[in-house]
């Protein structure tokens, strides 16, 4: 059990207060694409603002608490600290989004995607808050230049898949297959400014991931003398690769759109959440250290 006192000093309060103004963005969201208010749509986007805040005021926290225990490197290796981050990097994602489309329909899905993140961060037992030592291989700061380049990467993912949810509902309208539109289809933009950001995101996000893949390459030859070992993570991280470069090479190639590129965007952020979580969870591996209380998802 987490004193007080500490829960204060290591930042880990300060995330489940932030998930406090997450749920109230989401109770927002969620009244919004029912009722069409757009003033609630505003407070549910200030109410994510005040959540960026305090969540970086967390990890600024959390990271000089590390460096005055000794630890050299910002915490980022267990499974606590990536599903806060995970939070942070998607909630910033749809902040961006925003402020160039009128998506407010996606912050529903957003908001409810970073809760989970949070509520499995804050109450589960798999993800204790207690900052421990790492191993030496990961007292680097190529840890932080591959995790933080990955995360941008699976939160690009995660507002693509958003964005993949919303297009297929307005393509159903677009198409006939739904004879009442609904509310809610009614404050969706058209389906190809839908398509069109989807395409945006994933190629932002497959140059972050092909970064952090290209990193953590590089770090493994100079931490264990091989560039690539087929550990189950890597493998996933591969196939994570791979299936958004379908995406983009059916788009550039096929001239692929709408609906089947909506469902690779959908279908290819579970496969970055089995690689993200699942791997780690159900498959040992080399990216699964043995640290102190806590499961690593490097």
């Not at 959908?266 to 699964?288: K, T």
């Amino acid at each position: 059990m987490i004193s007080p006192n500490v829960s204060v000093l290591d930042g880990s309060l300060f995330f489940t207060i932030s998930l406090i103004f997450i749920l109230l963005s989401f109770i927002g969201y969620f009244s919004f694409i029912f009722s069409g208010n757009k003033p609630i749509a505003k407070l549910s986007f200030v109410a994510l603002i005040i959540t960026l805040a305090i969540q970086t005021f967390a990890f600024a926290q959390r990271w000089i608490y590390a460096y005055k225990i000794g630890i050299n490197t910002p915490p980022l290796v267990d499974l606590y600290d990536s599903l806060v981050f995970f939070a942070y990097v998607i909630i910033l994602g749809f902040i961006f989004i925003r402020i160039f489309y009128d998506f407010d329909a996606l912050g529903f899905i957003i908001t409810l995607v970073s809760a989970l993140a949070l509520v499995f961060a804050s109450f589960s037992p798999l993800a204790p808050s207690a900052i421990e030592p790492t191993i030496p291989a990961l007292q680097s700061y190529w840890l932080l230049y591959h995790i933080v380049t990955l995360f941008i990467a699976y939160g690009a993912f995660g507002a693509s898949f958003g964005l993949g949810i919303l297009y297929l509902f307005k393509y159903k309208k677009e198409s006939g297959h739904l004879k009442k539109e609904g509310r809610f289809l009614g404050l969706l933009p058209p389906s190809a400014i839908i398509d069109e950001a989807i395409y945006k995101v994933i190629v932002f996000g497959l140059l972050f991931l092909t970064a952090g893949i290209v990193i953590g390459a590089a770090w493994a030859d100079s931490a264990w003398g091989g560039f690539w070992s087929w550990d189950p993570k890597e493998t996933w991280s591969l196939i994570t690769w791979l299936t958004y470069i379908l995406f983009i090479h059916a788009r550039v190639t096929k001239g692929w759109g709408g609906k089947r590129m909506a469902w690779i965007a959908v279908i290819g952020f579970a496969v970055v959440i089995f690689c993200y979580l699942g791997v780690d969870l159900i498959i040992p591996g080399l990216h699964s250290y043995a640290t102190p209380g806590s499961t690593p998802v490097l």
